[in-house]
């Protein structure tokens, strides 16, 4: 082997030391902000998850670059619910005189959503649509997996006035927040304005289920239309609330199959 191969042997060794260096120190400082990140969560681990359980956004259905992340923009409902955790407290901003379209069954996993109007103007409308699976007619819904809670405030809910397929019946899932045996569902209205329905078909707010308790709160606020507040009722029960709500044109708190006293209660008589 010559001087000059042995130069260059050499070299190749300086220079892999030095990446070896190089990369021990990298790693280093990668380890390090990694446990400056651990410490800092580890240390307001209970602020951190109170944070991420109190989740919240503006939906836009007009906006172009939704941000989709906690406190952010989102284009649908739908988006900023599957954004948050299981068991979270959502707020849902949604922008005066826009309107919001539901044309697939939105999942709740035990979450509590609160469906507010931001700021001045008109109220935003939400607009639930009728699909069919070729089978049966029902309505985008909420779906409740666990207990669930949904409040709206100074909204125009829009329910299905016909069939999405004439040629099939409707089904079960005919109300606004669907139904899951076994469980508490609530739902509430804060000066809002519930419009649709359809001759001969029970769509309404809550589809009641067998073992489930309802509870459903109308405060300054009026159901128009052939519209139900609880649907069903057989082996379930309800407790109805009003005060200054009014039922027009068709629009009843209960379904034909429940009996007061029986398997609901309400103030409204």
């Keep these: 082997m010559s ?44 602020g951190v998850i109170a944070s991420e359980m109190n989740f919240f956004g503006t939906v836009d259905p007009d906006v172009v670059n939704p941000t989709n992340v906690r406190g952010g923009t989102f284009r649908t409902i739908s988006d900023l619910v599957a954004a948050s955790p299981a068991c979270a407290s959502v ?27 931001l700021g001045a103007g008109d109220p935003p409308t939400i607009k639930f649509l009728a699909f069919t699976d070729g089978q049966f007619n029902s309505v985008a819904s909420f779906m409740p997996f666990g207990t669930c809670l949904i409040r709206f405030y100074d909204c125009n809910i829009e329910l299905p006035t016909a069939k999405a397929d004439d040629g099939v019946p409707w089904s079960s899932f005919t109300g606004l927040l669907g139904f899951h045996v076994s469980v508490p569902q609530v739902v509430g209205f804060y000066r809002c304005l519930v419009t649709g329905g359809a001759a001969g078909a029970q769509i309404g707010i809550i589809a009641g ?12 606020t009026t159901l128009d239309g ?10 379930a029960t309800a407790a109805i609330s009003v005060a200054s709500a009014t039922l027009s044109n068709g629009a009843q708190l209960i379904g034909p199959e429940s009996t007061l006293g029986t398997n609901y209660i309400t103030n409204a008589v």
């Design 3 to 46: 001087i000059n191969d042995i130069n260059n042997a050499a070299a190749a060794m300086n220079q892999l030391k030095g990446r070896y260096e190089g990369f021990l120190d990298d790693a280093d400082a990668q380890i390090a902000a990694r446990q400056a990140a651990y410490d800092a969560l580890s240390g307001n681990l209970k």
């Design 91 to 117: 707020k849902i901003n949604l922008l005066p005189g826009k309107t919001y379209t539901v044309g697939a069954r939105i999942n709740l996993n035990n979450h509590k959503l609160f469906i507010q109007k």
């Design 209 to 220: 289920s067998t073992a489930a308790h309802s509870t459903l709160g109308l405060y300054t």
């Design 226 to 235: 052939p519209i139900t507040g609880v649907i069903g009722g057989s082996g």
